[in-house]
Each structure stands twice: as C-alpha cells, then as structure tokens.
C-alpha cells in the first residue's frame, strides 16, 4: 500500500466516522444540532447539515430545523430560541440553504437583511469618533462589514461569511441592485484594511495601541475564502503564504478552516498542494476518535475538510 493511498483511506475512514458521530448526537425528532448538550446552535446545524449533504438539493424536511429558527425580520440567533440577533449566524445559515439548493424564497428576507444590515461604525458620529479622537484602534471606519450582534463595529469572521453568503445568494438570483453591490465592496474593502502588516487576519484590528496584533489561523482562512477572487493582491497572497505555514496548527477547528481556505487556492501554485495534504493528515489524526471531540461545530468542520475529494467546497465564491 502506497503512503499516498494509506493516507486517502485514514482520511476516507475518519470522515466516515465524523459523519457516524454527527448522526448520533442530532437533537430529538431532527431538531438540528447543538454545539455541546441539547440547545440548538445555528452554527453547528448548518455545518452538519453541509457535511451530511449527499447532492445538491435537500428537501424541504431536511432544513425544517434551521428554518424553524429564522426570525421574523429573516436573522438567526447563535443558539436557541430568541436569544439575539447574530449576524455569523444568519450568514453561515443563508450560505447552507443556498449551497443546499432550497427554495431562494425561504431565505430572500434574510439576504436583505444582511444587505441593509449596519455595524456601529457606519454611523457618521462613531465614524468621526475613530477617525479623529479614539486612535488605539488603527483601521478606516468609513470601510465596514458585519458585527457579530447589532450595535457593535466589524469584525473579520461575520464579514467573510456574509460577504461568501451574499456572492452565493447573488448567483442564484437573490439581493440584486445596486446596495448589494456597495455592501460586497466595502465588506471586501473593509476585510483588506484590517489585515495584519505581513499577511493574515486577526479576529478584528490589525493594530491596538500601537501594537501589531499576530494573525489567528481562522480567520485568515475565513478572509481568504471572501477574497478568492482578489489572489492578484499582494496582501492576499502574502496571507495565503502565512497561513499555508501554519498547517501545524493544534486546533482541529482552526485547521479544517484552513484546509478549506487553502482549497480554493489550490490551483495558484505548486506548494499549495502538499501543504493540504499535510494539513488533512494532520487534522485526520486530530480528530480520530470523534467521540472526544465536545464542539460538534469542529466535527462538521472537519468531515467538510476530509471530505474535500467527494463533495464540493461548500466555501468557495469563485467558479
């Protein structure tokens, strides 16, 4: 047996063992899945929903426990019932249901509401506040993307995932016009500003009080998904060169984000391959026994990574 072909099968078993577990910890009567115990988060639904998925259209039953969530207004909360609007929700809510084939009328009202959806910092007062009194944090306020929950400023994971969400909803029809334009170009100009000096994301701010904060490798990967289609920059390569260093990582969730990211990258070079290649070794011995594995988030997350070679990139906004 080839080492090539003994790490296809380590990977083909462990997905299959990922998808065991992710069946096995479903909440009652369908109910979707929960990060860890029994209240539902949108998150590791529609993760699991994307890694169980067996073609491109899923019925009507097969997301009844993420719609039976979505609010009036078309947005998500993190977890349960009316716990609060969050915007990382509803983005990784609309990416699923699109790449799942349903119905684009089921989900119109939550594209518009990303759409016309604001951070702090659009305010023109706040705006003015950053640009000329509070300088700890260095970053344009006049470039925004999406807060974690209302009322607060950007931040680098709820961008990426709306801006992946929208290009998606985009292609099936959805949010047209010129406001959808502007919120993909100062989203996709918002997640530039931010980058670190040599390449990569923090969770936010490149720089605090004058510091240069380190890139986290989940969030590089999830900027590096968004910005697929903008490789020819050079911070956007220089990240992608930093984050394909980085496939040592000891996070499982960290590193099937990266695996992810990497893979629509795949064909700009010779290193990117070997790089995920060393990466799915990596994380398929990370996650060997799922049993152990308490975020079914990273479960989901690392089926989708090892699963690369029999389902599509359910990340991927260029093609």
Same mark, same amino acid.
């Given at each position: 047996?080839?080492?090539?072909?003994?790490?296809?099968?380590?990977?083909?078993?462990?997905?299959?063992?990922?998808?065991?577990?992710?069946?096995?910890?479903?909440?009652?009567?369908?109910?979707?899945?929960?990060?860890?115990?029994?209240?539902?988060?949108?998150?590791?639904?529609?993760?699991?929903?994307?890694?169980?998925?067996?073609?491109?259209?899923?019925?009507?039953?097969?997301?009844?426990?993420?719609?039976?969530?979505?609010?009036?207004?078309?947005? $998500?909360?993190?977890?349960?019932?009316?716990?609060?609007?969050?915007?990382?929700?509803?983005?990784?809510?609309?990416?699923?249901?699109?790449?799942?084939?349903?119905?684009?009328?089921?989900?119109?009202?939550?594209?518009?509401?990303?759409?016309?959806?604001?951070?702090?910092?659009?305010?023109?007062?706040?705006?003015?506040?950053?640009?000329?009194? %509070?300088?700890?944090?260095?970053?344009?306020?006049?470039?925004?993307?999406?807060? $974690?929950?209302?009322?607060?400023?950007?931040?680098?994971?709820?961008?990426?995932?709306?801006?992946?969400?929208?290009?998606?909803?985009?292609?099936?029809?959805?949010?047209?016009?010129?406001?959808?334009?502007?919120?993909?170009?100062?989203?996709?100009?918002?997640?530039?500003?931010?980058?670190?000096?040599?390449?990569?994301?923090?969770?936010?701010?490149?720089?605090?009080?004058?510091?240069?904060?380190?890139?986290?490798?989940?969030?590089?990967?999830?900027?590096?998904?968004?910005?697929?289609?903008?490789?020819?920059?050079?911070?956007?390569?220089?990240?992608?060169? $930093?984050?394909?260093?980085?496939?040592?990582?000891?996070?499982?969730?960290?590193?099937?984000?990266?695996?992810?990211?990497?893979?629509?990258?795949? %064909?700009?070079?010779?290193?990117?391959?070997?790089?995920?290649?060393?990466?799915?070794?990596?994380?398929?011995?990370?996650?060997?026994?799922?049993?152990?594995?308490?975020?079914?988030?990273?479960?989901?997350?690392?089926?989708?990574?090892?699963?690369?070679?029999?389902?599509?990139?359910?990340?991927?906004?260029?093609?």
């Amino acid at each position: 047996m080839t080492a090539s072909f003994a790490s296809f099968e380590r990977r083909r078993l462990g997905r299959c063992r990922l998808l065991t577990e992710l069946l096995r910890r479903r909440l009652p009567s369908g109910g979707g899945w929960s990060h860890k115990g029994t209240q539902f988060g949108t998150e590791p639904t529609a993760l699991a929903l994307l890694a169980l998925r067996s073609g491109s259209i899923v019925t009507k039953e097969g997301v009844a426990p993420l719609m039976a969530r979505q609010g009036p207004d078309g947005l $998500w909360s993190a977890v349960g019932d009316a716990m609060g609007v969050s915007f990382w929700a509803t983005a990784l809510a609309v990416n699923t249901l699109s790449t799942l084939g349903a119905e684009p009328a089921t989900y119109a009202d939550s594209v518009d509401a990303l759409i016309h959806s604001r951070p702090m910092e659009a305010s023109w007062l706040v705006s003015l506040k950053f640009r000329l009194l %509070d300088r700890h944090v260095q970053f344009d306020p006049r470039k925004f993307g999406w807060p $974690w929950v209302p009322g607060t400023v950007s931040w680098v994971g709820p961008t990426a995932m709306a801006l992946i969400a929208l290009e998606r909803a985009k292609r099936r029809g959805l949010g047209g016009g010129g406001e959808l334009s502007r919120r993909l170009r100062l989203g996709t100009e918002m997640l530039i500003d931010r980058a670190c000096l040599g390449g990569g994301w923090n969770a936010g701010n490149a720089v605090v009080y004058g510091t240069p904060l380190r890139p986290h490798v989940d969030t590089t990967a999830l900027a590096l998904l968004a910005l697929r289609p903008l490789y020819h920059l050079p911070i956007v390569r220089n990240s992608l060169k $930093w984050l394909l260093g980085n496939a040592e990582c000891p996070s499982a969730y960290s590193l099937a984000w990266m695996i992810l990211a990497a893979d629509v990258y795949k %064909d700009v070079g010779i290193n990117v391959a070997p790089a995920i290649n060393s990466a799915r070794d990596r994380l398929a011995a990370l996650v060997e026994d799922p049993r152990t594995i308490e975020d079914t988030s990273t479960l989901a997350l690392a089926a989708l990574a090892l699963g690369l070679d029999a389902i599509s990139n359910p990340f991927e906004v260029e093609g």
